[in-house]
């Protein structure tokens, strides 16, 4: 039993081994390519530090200059993700007005991230005034270009009547739509329409129980509440 656990013990830490390797190597490739030029590369190691992947731990300063040495390359998804960064204050000061204008360059260059990412602040009116219809017109681009958050997020304006008029209806189809490609902010709206506006319990749940897999928290609350009443 002993020599089998071992040996169990030794193929895990071969194969730990294995996986630390490839990602050095994966890092190491990354940076070569970085450092000659190649702006996606520096991209690709922004998201790694911004996220913590590849076996890195997250460094929001690393990743802003990476991002940065990527926009600056005109690679304009890293434009949007350095807007992100000045949005938040990861890695740098928040600073609006920076964050609107990487995300306009991006959108600009048809970039669906970078206009989901502007339309999110023309619908809080952070650093702008807010303007539903502006934030609907980039939220519909992105939605898309399957980024499905948006597709969520014209679901709210079309419930809520902001810069549409109501209808909710036409809600659950973006939520739909969201959720059909596992978003799972939009499968937990969707099941909040099926059990008030459609009242149908069971179809709640279905939805409820899609999102708590993806991780949605409040639905794994209202799914055990249905499922209680039941």
Same mark, same amino acid.
């Given at each position: 039993?002993?020599? =089998?656990?071992?040996?169990?013990?030794?193929?895990?830490?071969?194969?730990?081994? =294995?996986?630390?390797?490839?990602?050095?190597? =994966?890092?190491?490739?990354?940076?070569?390519?970085?450092?000659?030029?190649?702006?996606?590369?520096?991209?690709?190691?922004?998201?790694?530090?911004?996220?913590?992947?590849?076996?890195?731990?997250?460094?929001? &300063? &690393?990743?802003?200059?990476?991002?940065?040495?990527?926009?600056?390359?005109?690679?304009?998804?890293?434009?949007?993700?350095?807007?992100?960064?000045?949005?938040?204050?990861?890695?740098?000061? =928040?600073?609006?007005?920076?964050?609107?204008?990487?995300?306009?360059?991006?959108?600009?260059?048809?970039?669906?991230?970078?206009?989901?990412?502007?339309?999110?602040?023309?619908?809080?009116?952070?650093?702008?005034?807010?303007?539903?219809?502006?934030?609907?017109?980039?939220?519909?681009?992105?939605?898309?270009?399957?980024?499905?958050?948006?597709?969520?997020?014209?679901?709210?304006?079309?419930?809520?009547?902001?810069?549409?008029?109501?209808?909710?209806?036409?809600?659950?189809?973006?939520?739909?739509?969201?959720?059909?490609?596992?978003?799972?902010?939009?499968?937990?709206?969707?099941?909040?329409?099926?059990?008030?506006?459609?009242?149908?319990?069971?179809?709640?749940?279905?939805?409820?129980?899609?999102?708590?897999?993806?991780?949605?928290?409040?639905?794994? &609350?209202?799914?055990?509440?249905?499922?209680?009443?039941?």
């Amino acid at each position: 039993m002993k020599s =089998i656990i071992s040996l169990l013990i030794l193929n895990i830490l071969l194969f730990a081994n =294995i996986d630390t390797d490839t990602n050095i190597d =994966i890092v190491y490739s990354y940076k070569k390519q970085c450092e000659l030029g190649n702006v996606k590369s520096c991209n690709e190691l922004g998201d790694f530090y911004e996220h913590g992947l590849c076996g890195l731990e997250k460094n929001y &300063k &690393k990743a802003f200059t990476f991002y940065t040495s990527s926009c600056n390359g005109k690679f304009y998804k890293a434009c949007s993700n350095l807007g992100y960064l000045y949005q938040h204050g990861y890695g740098t000061k =928040i600073d609006y007005t920076k964050a609107y204008k990487l995300y306009k360059k991006a959108c600009d260059e048809k970039v669906a991230k970078g206009c989901y990412n502007l339309g999110i602040l023309y619908r809080d009116g952070t650093g702008k005034k807010k303007n539903y219809k502006k934030a609907k017109t980039l939220f519909d681009y992105s939605c898309q270009n399957k980024i499905y958050n948006a597709c969520t997020h014209i679901g709210l304006l079309y419930e809520d009547g902001l810069g549409v008029e109501q209808n909710k209806t036409i809600a659950m189809k973006f939520y739909e739509k969201a959720c059909d490609n596992n978003n799972s902010i939009g499968c937990h709206n969707l099941g909040l329409q099926y059990f008030y506006f459609k009242k149908n319990k069971d179809k709640s749940i279905s939805l409820f129980d899609k999102a708590c897999k993806l991780n949605y928290q409040d639905a794994c &609350k209202n799914y055990l509440i249905l499922v209680e009443e039941k």
